[in-house]
């Protein structure tokens, strides 16, 4: 049967006189700092990105809204045509068939 583990475990500094630790103490300081400051950078990296990706969201949200609602006009303009076709009389479009922003990009 094995060993049990030791609760306590010594460390490093446990070997080391007062004067010792005086010189380390500040090290010790200044690398909690570092390391907060760090900590800092990456939750502000983080939280940008989550809101990059909160904005890109809503903007393909409105995009899809955009594109349903052209599907729609589209829907309705093809009926509307057909029944103008059967009854023989043609109109204008309702719904521009390409627009102008659209053209430019041809």
């Known amino acids: 049967m094995a060993a049990p583990a030791p609760l306590l475990r010594r460390a490093e500094y446990d070997a080391m006189d007062m004067d010792m630790l005086c010189e380390v103490v500040p090290a010790l300081k200044q690398k909690l700092v570092k390391q907060a400051r760090d900590r800092?950078?990456?939750?502000?990296?983080?939280?940008?990105?989550?809101?990059?990706?909160?904005?890109?969201?809503?903007?393909?949200?409105?995009?899809?809204?955009?594109?349903?609602?052209?599907?729609?006009?589209l829907e309705a303009a093809q009926k509307t045509h057909r029944i103008?076709?059967?009854?023989?009389?043609?109109?204008?479009?309702?719904?521009?068939?390409?627009?102008?922003?659209?053209?430019?990009?041809?």
Do not use: C, R, W
């Not at 950078?41 to 995009?63: C, G, P, R, S």
């Not at 103008?84 to 041809?106: C, D, I």
């Open 40 to 73: 800092n950078y990456a939750q502000i990296e983080m939280d940008m990105l989550q809101q990059f990706e909160h904005v890109t969201k809503l903007e393909i949200d409105k995009v899809e809204m955009h594109v349903h609602k052209a599907s729609l006009d």
């Open 84 to 106: 103008e076709m059967e009854v023989g009389t043609v109109s204008e479009p309702t719904v521009p068939l390409m627009t102008e922003a659209a053209k430019v990009h041809l």
